[in-house]
């Protein structure tokens, strides 16, 4: 192959070989910022759900205390002799029954 040929073809891979460095620079670059998107996105799910359990748990203990609540209204209206089960019948004082 004459010189002339081959210095063509070193030029050619010269250049072939910088894109390809280029390439590998940009995709290292890309990674880099996705990598940081991934980071920044899973850190904002972690306090999402962070919030989501506290809110929950607050809740839980607010509807807890709702029912002891009306737990307590309910045996306080029994022990003062107001509660009147569904199958106890009512009984008129006057008719006596």
Known sequence: MPVESLNTLLKQLEKEKRSLENQVKNCALRLEQESKAYHKT???????????????????????????????????????GRHNPANQKIVNAKKGK
């Open 42 to 80: 899973n850190d904002e799910r972690r306090a999402y759900l962070a919030e989501m359990s506290q809110i929950s748990g607050s809740h839980q203990v607010s509807k807890r205390q709702q029912m002891d609540q009306l737990h307590r209204i309910k045996e306080n209206h029994v022990k003062a």
